[in-house]
């Protein structure tokens, strides 16, 4: 008996995560970035939380998922009220947790075909 889902035609999936690095198929990321459920993966343009605000929430809310997992780094942090705006105006569900562990959720969701962007902030070295 199988047990686990096929994989969805044409879904990015993370194959690796280090702290440092995500890798999305062969391609490692050594940068924030942005993951749909498929598509383009961009950079998300931040090297520590401390740099995130309300314009980049709204980036997220352009790719119109239905749940944004926020990978808010090695430790957890919370977006501000006033960056989640577009996001709640559009009905768009938003779960915090490290990085490490909305990769983990992100392949689960992305394999059950859900409309998911994962935010994931990769801290620079300091």
Known sequence: MKLQPD????????????????????????????????GVVRPWGAARFAELGPAHFETIAALEPEL?????????????????GLLMNKRIGLETMDTAAACRTFNLLAAEGRRVVAALLIEAAR
């Open 7 to 38: 994989p969805i035609a044409n879904a990015n999936i993370i194959t690796g995560y280090t702290g440092s690095t995500v890798q999305v198929g062969a391609q490692p990321w050594s940068e924030s970035l942005l993951l749909p459920w498929q």
């Open 68 to 84: 944004v997992l926020f990978g808010s780094g090695s430790r957890l942090h919370f977006a501000k009220p006033e960056w989640l």
